[in-house]
């Protein structure tokens, strides 16, 4: 009853935002969107999700036993959290609910965590550097093999030998979150398939949606799309992430010769879209909570190892 009444009062706040005359250029955005192509793009954003779910049903395969509902609901959850709650702070949503769902420790599924990031990271910097428009192809070929490089070596650095036990309290704390990443790092089977696989269709699928919203190409907004999911992976956001998402579409669209107006409308229409796609699928997933795999209540279960 409490989680029900939560959500009817954040949709009428939503509501009430929605009703600011101001808001209607944004409205206006979607006109030339039609309900087959909106529908279509809800859909591909959802598959999304579930090629995260897939990455982390993979990272912790021995403990999520096949528990792939689960898995979602944790993702859906986290998804939410990180698009509302401002400066980062939504991320700390995902180590406690694994903690509270399948026992793993904190510290474990933040590591994990901090990889995956990593690798969202690298994927769309990528991106970025193979579709910003006016980059001078020798500055996108090293960009490229520059993240490429580091990609392949950090997990390598992680799991190679060290003595980081011996030198200090400090750098023996180190070496333990050290040791706690080289794990992270080396779990997953086909992590990296899970994150290219999703980057590139949850990428196409906005640079799809913000053509239409702009009347214009796929390979003219496709760069705004990446410029605004660079920018929406910094490590500081404010509230929902608004101002750098935007301000990253509109600055690859100038580019383009899109207008740094309608680029920036055309941003902010995209981004509340994905923000409703995170709030509603977040709120459907809280409201069928997943059975802890705790013996005892997950405010006071042992932390599985």
Same mark, same amino acid.
């Given at each position: 009853?409490?989680?029900?009444?939560?959500? %009817?009062?954040?949709?009428?706040?939503?509501?009430?935002?929605?009703?600011? /005359?101001?808001?209607?250029?944004?409205?206006?955005?979607?006109?030339?969107?039609?309900?087959?192509?909106?529908?279509?793009?809800?859909?591909?954003?959802?598959?999304? $999700?579930?090629?995260?779910?897939?990455?982390?049903?993979?990272?912790? @395969?021995?403990?999520?036993?096949? @528990?792939?509902?689960?898995?979602? @609901?944790? %993702?859906?959850?986290?998804?939410?959290?990180?698009?509302?709650?401002?400066?980062?702070?939504?991320?700390?949503?995902?180590?406690?609910?694994? @903690?509270?769902?399948?026992?793993?420790? %904190?510290?474990?599924?933040?590591?994990?965590?901090?990889?995956?990031? +990593?690798?969202?990271?690298?994927?769309?910097?990528?991106?970025?550097?193979?579709?910003?428009?006016?980059?001078? #192809?020798?500055?996108?070929?090293?960009?490229?093999?520059?993240?490429?490089?580091?990609?392949?070596?950090?997990?390598?650095?992680?799991?190679?030998?060290?003595?980081?036990?011996?030198?200090?309290?400090?750098?023996?704390?180190?070496?333990?979150?050290?040791?706690?990443?080289?794990?992270?790092?080396?779990?997953?089977?086909?992590?990296?398939?899970?994150?290219?696989?999703?980057?590139?269709?949850?990428?196409?699928?906005?640079?799809?949606?913000?053509?239409?919203?702009?009347?214009?190409?796929?390979?003219?907004?496709? #760069?705004?799309?990446?410029?605004?999911?660079?920018?929406? %992976?910094?490590?500081?956001?404010?509230?929902?992430?608004?101002?750098? $998402?935007?301000?990253?579409?509109?600055?690859?669209?100038? $580019?383009?010769?899109?207008?740094?107006?309608?680029?920036?409308?055309?941003?902010?229409?995209?981004?509340?879209?994905?923000?409703? /796609?995170?709030?509603?699928?977040?709120?459907?997933?809280? +409201?069928?909570?997943?059975?802890?795999?705790?013996?005892?209540?997950?405010?006071?279960?042992?932390?599985?190892?």
């Amino acid at each position: 009853m409490k989680k029900a009444f939560s959500i %009817i009062v954040t949709l009428a706040l939503l509501a009430w935002l929605a009703g600011d /005359s101001r808001w209607k250029m944004v409205g206006d955005a979607f006109a030339s969107v039609t309900p087959g192509a909106f529908a279509a793009v809800t859909l591909s954003l959802f598959v999304t $999700y579930v090629l995260r779910a897939l990455r982390v049903c993979d990272e912790f @395969r021995d403990e999520v036993n096949g @528990r792939f509902g689960a898995c979602l @609901r944790v %993702i859906l959850i986290h998804n939410a959290m990180i698009n509302v709650v401002p400066f980062r702070g939504g991320e700390t949503a995902f180590p406690l609910l694994l @903690r509270q769902v399948f026992g793993i420790s %904190i510290v474990r599924a933040g590591a994990s965590l901090l990889w995956f990031r +990593l690798q969202d990271a690298f994927v769309v910097g990528v991106l970025a550097c193979l579709v910003w428009p006016g980059l001078h #192809p020798a500055l996108r070929a090293a960009g490229i093999a520059a993240l490429i490089a580091v990609a392949w070596y950090l997990p390598r650095w992680a799991r190679a030998p060290h003595d980081w036990a011996g030198r200090g309290k400090i750098v023996s704390k180190l070496g333990k979150l050290r040791d706690i990443f080289t794990e992270a790092t080396g779990r997953s089977r086909y992590g990296w398939w899970w994150t290219v696989a999703n980057w590139t269709l949850k990428l196409a699928v906005q640079g799809w949606l913000l053509a239409m919203l702009l009347g214009t190409s796929f390979q003219t907004a496709f #760069p705004g799309a990446v410029g605004a999911e660079a920018a929406a %992976i910094l490590p500081v956001q404010g509230v929902a992430g608004f101002g750098t $998402y935007e301000a990253g579409a509109a600055a690859a669209l100038l $580019y383009s010769g899109i207008a740094m107006k309608d680029g920036l409308q055309a941003a902010l229409a995209l981004h509340l879209f994905i923000l409703c /796609s995170a709030v509603a699928t977040g709120a459907i997933a809280w +409201l069928f909570p997943s059975k802890s795999t705790l013996p005892e209540t997950p405010a006071a279960g042992p932390a599985r190892k």
